[in-house]
C-alpha cells in the first residue's frame, strides 16, 4: 500500500507541473505580440526623432548658406538654389523647400533675414499594423544678418593690391561709418606716408597695413571679414536718347539740360546743370577756374568714359533725393573696362551722394565732401589724398546705407 501511495504522488506531482507549464506558454503566446510591439514602436520613434533632429540640422545649415548669398548681394533665385543645394548636399534632395527673404513669419519678418522650411514624409515600419499613411516632418530655422558697421568707402575689387589707399598728407574723418575692402590681399586698406584716418573701423576681407596709428571707435580693425555686397548692383543703367546734346565751348556762362552727351561734356568757364540724369558717352572735364554747379542731378559716364576735375575748380552737385537714382551723383558703367577717374577742386567745392564706379579707380584728390559731409565712395579701388571729412546719416538726403561686416546668425 505504501508503494502504492508513493506512485500516486508522483503522478498527480507530475500533472501539476505539466498544468503549470501550459500556463506559461499560454501568457507567452498572448503577450509576445505586446512586447515586440512595444520594442518596434520604441524604435521607429526613436528613428522618426533622429529624422527630425536631422531635417532641423539640414533646415539650418540651408538658412545660413542662403544668408551667405544674401550678404553677397545675390538675388533671391540665387539664394533658393543655394539653401536647396545644401540641403542635398546634407542628404535631404527629396524633402520639400521653401525659402523665403525675408521671413514669411515670425519675429524676423521685417529684418535682413533667410528663412527655410523643409518638408518630407517618413514611411511607416512596425506602425504600419495600425496606419498605412506616411509620417510628416517639419523644420524651420532663420538666419539673421546683422550689420556690424556702415560704409562710406567701400572698395569692391577682391583682390587687388592697396585696394583702399590713404597716402600723402591726407586727413580724412569718417563719422558714423567705415572704410571697407573686400580684397583679399593683406593690404586691402592701406595707409602710408604721414597720411591721418579716423573712422569707425576699417574692416577688410584680407588685412590692414598702416605706417601709423589711426583713431577708430572699435577696438582694432576687423580683418578676415564677410565681403560686402556692392550696394548699387541692381541700379539700371539710363538709356541714351536723341538728340545728343553738345556744350558749347566758346560760352562763358551757360544752363545745360539733361540729357545725353555723345562727345562728352568739357566744362569752362560757369556751368549749371539742370535736374535729371546726364549720359556722358566721352569724358567728363572739369576745367581750371571753371564753377560748376546743380542740384538733383546724376551723371552717367558710359563704357570706360573718365570723370577729370581740375584742383582749381569749384564744383557744387548734389544728387537727386528721390527717384530710381536717388542719391547717386556719379555712376560708372558697370559693363566698362579698367580706368581712372579724378575728383579735385577747390575747397569750396561740395560732392553731395554717391560716387560709384565698380570698374574704374577713383582719385579723390580733393579737400572737400558733399552736403553735411554726406559724401559716397564706391569703387573698383580708391586712392585718397584729399582732406575730408565724411559723415552717415544722410538718409534726408536720399541716399542709402551700405552694410560693412555683417554677420549671420541662425536665430530661430
Known amino acids: 500500500m505504501a508503494s502504492l501511495g508513493r506512485l500516486l504522488r508522483l503522478f498527480v506531482s507530475g500533472c501539476r507541473?505539466?498544468?503549470?507549464?501550459?500556463?506559461?506558454a499560454t501568457i507567452v503566446a498572448l503577450t509576445l505580440p505586446v512586447v515586440v510591439g512595444g520594442a518596434g514602436l520604441g524604435v521607429?520613434?526613436?528613428?522618426?526623432?533622429?529624422?527630425?533632429?536631422?531635417?532641423?540640422?539640414?533646415?539650418?545649415?540651408?538658412?545660413?548658406?542662403?544668408?551667405?548669398?544674401?550678404?553677397?548681394?545675390?538675388?533671391?533665385?540665387?539664394?533658393?538654389?543655394?539653401?536647396?543645394?545644401?540641403?542635398?548636399?546634407?542628404?535631404?534632395?527629396?524633402?520639400?523647400?521653401?525659402?523665403?527673404?525675408?521671413?514669411?513669419?515670425?519675429?524676423?519678418?521685417?529684418?535682413?533675414?533667410?528663412?527655410?522650411?523643409?518638408?518630407?514624409?517618413?514611411?511607416?515600419?512596425?506602425?504600419?499594423?495600425?496606419?498605412?499613411?506616411?509620417?510628416?516632418e517639419q523644420a524651420r530655422a532663420v538666419a539673421l544678418i546683422t550689420d556690424a558697421s556702415k560704409a562710406c568707402v567701400l572698395a569692391l575689387n577682391p583682390s587687388a593690391y592697396q585696394a583702399a589707399l590713404f597716402s600723402g598728407n591726407t586727413s580724412v574723418k569718417l563719422i558714423g561709418c567705415s572704410v571697407m575692402s573686400d580684397s583679399l590681399q593683406a593690404d586691402a586698406i592701406k595707409l602710408?606716408?604721414?597720411?591721418?584716418?579716423?573712422?569707425?573701423?576699417?574692416?577688410?576681407?584680407?588685412?590692414?597695413?598702416?605706417?601709423?596709428?589711426?583713431?577708430?571707435?572699435?577696438?582694432?580693425?576687423?580683418?578676415?571679414?564677410?565681403?560686402?555686397?556692392?550696394?548699387?548692383?541692381?541700379?539700371?543703367?539710363?538709356?541714351?536718347?536723341?538728340?545728343?546734346?553738345?556744350?558749347?565751348?566758346?560760352?562763358?556762362?551757360?544752363?545745360?539740360?539733361?540729357?545725353?552727351y555723345c562727345s562728352g561734356m568739357d566744362l569752362k568757364g560757369t556751368v549749371t546743370l539742370q535736374p535729371g540724369v546726364y549720359v556722358v558717352q566721352g569724358s567728363f572735364k572739369v576745367n581750371a577756374n571753371a564753377a560748376v554747379s546743380g542740384s538733383g542731378v546724376t551723371i552717367f559716364m558710359s563704357g570706360s568714359n573718365t570723370v577729370s576735375m581740375n584742383g582749381n575748380a569749384t564744383v557744387t552737385l548734389s544728387a537727386p533725393t528721390s527717384g530710381t537714382y536717388s542719391g547717386v551723383l556719379f555712376y560708372g558703367d558697370q559693363t566698362g573696362t579698367a580706368a581712372q577717374s579724378t575728383f579735385n577742386g577747390t575747397a569750396n567745392s561740395l560732392l553731395t551722394g554717391a560716387i560709384y564706379f565698380p570698374r574704374q579707380q577713383?582719385?579723390?584728390?580733393?579737400?572737400?565732401?558733399?552736403?553735411?559731409?554726406?559724401?559716397?565712395?564706391?569703387?573698383?579701388?580708391?586712392?585718397?589724398?584729399?582732406?575730408?571729412?565724411?559723415?552717415?546719416?544722410?538718409?534726408?538726403l536720399g541716399m542709402r546705407t551700405i552694410p560693412a561686416a555683417q554677420s549671420v546668425a541662425v536665430v530661430e
Open 44 to 136: 521607429e520613434t526613436s528613428y522618426w526623432y533622429y529624422s527630425s533632429l536631422k531635417l532641423q540640422a539640414a533646415a539650418d545649415a540651408a538658412a545660413y548658406a542662403g544668408a551667405l548669398e544674401k550678404v553677397a548681394g545675390s538675388d533671391t533665385p540665387t539664394i533658393t538654389a543655394a539653401a536647396t543645394q545644401s540641403v542635398a548636399s546634407n542628404g535631404l534632395s527629396a524633402a520639400t523647400v521653401v525659402v523665403n527673404t525675408p521671413p514669411a513669419s515670425g519675429p524676423n519678418t521685417g529684418n535682413k533675414a533667410v528663412e527655410v522650411i523643409l518638408k518630407q514624409n517618413l514611411d511607416r515600419m512596425f506602425t504600419s499594423i495600425f496606419a498605412t499613411n506616411q509620417v510628416p
Open 192 to 260: 602710408q606716408g604721414s597720411a591721418a584716418l579716423q573712422a569707425d573701423c576699417l574692416i577688410a576681407v584680407g588685412g590692414v597695413s598702416l605706417s601709423n596709428p589711426v583713431t577708430t571707435v572699435c577696438k582694432a580693425p576687423i580683418t578676415q571679414a564677410l565681403p560686402a555686397s556692392d550696394p548699387f548692383a541692381s541700379l539700371p543703367a539710363p538709356a541714351a536718347s536723341n538728340p545728343c546734346k553738345n556744350v558749347n565751348g566758346n560760352k562763358s556762362s551757360q544752363t545745360l539740360q539733361p540729357g545725353t
Open 362 to 396: 577713383v582719385n579723390y584728390l580733393g579737400n572737400f565732401s558733399g552736403q553735411s559731409g554726406c559724401t559716397q565712395v564706391v569703387a573698383d579701388t580708391i586712392q585718397w589724398s584729399g582732406n575730408s571729412t565724411i559723415n552717415q546719416d544722410c538718409s534726408s
Open 17 to 24: 507541473r505539466k498544468g503549470e507549464s501550459g500556463n506559461v
